[in-house]
């Protein structure tokens, strides 16, 4: 079965610095990662995704994750974080077959002046 | 691309009433649709997923015959609370499932419930 863990419920940095969101996940087979965005009140946004191409993936907002296969880690960053990206972020792993996605409990990343 | 809307974005009803929620993808055929539940601060949590000719398949704990689950056409999807209780009260979020073997799901903006 499939599982993914975030490692820390909430991130501070301040506009300006790296961002780094931790997700590690367990799979039985080979995995699709997805890394989402939710803002206050809405629905979840996909920010990028990895589907056994390139390991290194860019996706909207200028955020980025590699796939680690030999750490089972799909880490995301940015750069540079803007005040927009205040927002709570969650990693997923798709079962494949069953096309279900299984969800990390969330990141809140907060963003200080 | 890629745009799924719900319906209502936030609705009050009575206790005892049924409330339906309309989950559309605009842009894109989706023959499978997914109903999740979100409690405050915490991620979310699968109900259902929603095949367009057939029945829902529900989650372990998920009553079927509360959350009704219904995938009319390609397009669209329906979630009706019957009975509604105050426990119910929640932010119920849809997605789409694109077409595709990437599996990548497009998510509606949600709908907040509130049961009095």
């Known amino acids: 079965a499939q599982s993914v863990t975030q490692l820390g419920s909430h991130v501070s940095v301040s506009e300006g610095a790296l961002v780094l969101l931790r997700c590690n996940y367990s799979s039985s087979v080979p995995p699709y990662l997805f890394w989402y965005v939710q803002y206050p009140n809405q629905g979840l946004q996909l920010l990028l995704k990895?589907?056994?191409?390139?390991?290194l993936v860019k996706g909207i907002n200028g955020f980025e994750a590699e796939f680690k296969k030999s750490e089972t880690s799909f880490h995301l960053t940015k750069p540079s974080a803007h005040m927009s990206d205040a927002a709570e972020y969650f990693c997923a792993v798709s079962d494949g077959g069953a096309q279900k996605l299984v969800f990390g409990q969330g990141t809140r990343l907060t963003i200080n002046p | 691309g890629a745009v799924v809307s719900q319906h209502p974005s936030w609705v009050i009803c009575k206790s005892g009433t049924s409330v339906k929620i309309e989950c559309r993808s605009l842009d894109f055929q989706a023959t499978t649709m997914f109903w999740y539940r979100q409690f405050p601060k915490q991620s979310l949590m699968l109900m259902a997923t929603?095949?367009?000719?057939?029945?829902?398949?529900?989650e372990q704990g998920v009553e079927k015959d509360k959350f009704l689950i219904n995938h009319a056409s390609l397009t669209l999807s329906t979630l009706t609370v019957t009975s509604a209780h105050p426990e119910d009260s929640s932010f119920y979020i849809c997605?789409?499932?694109?077409?595709?073997?990437?599996?990548?799901?497009?998510f509606g903006p949600g709908t907040r419930l509130t049961v009095t």
């Open positions: 997605s789409a499932r694109f077409p595709g073997p990437s599996y990548e799901q497009y």
């Open positions: 990895y589907t056994s191409a390139a390991t």
């Open positions: 929603s095949n367009e000719g057939s029945k829902a398949t529900y």
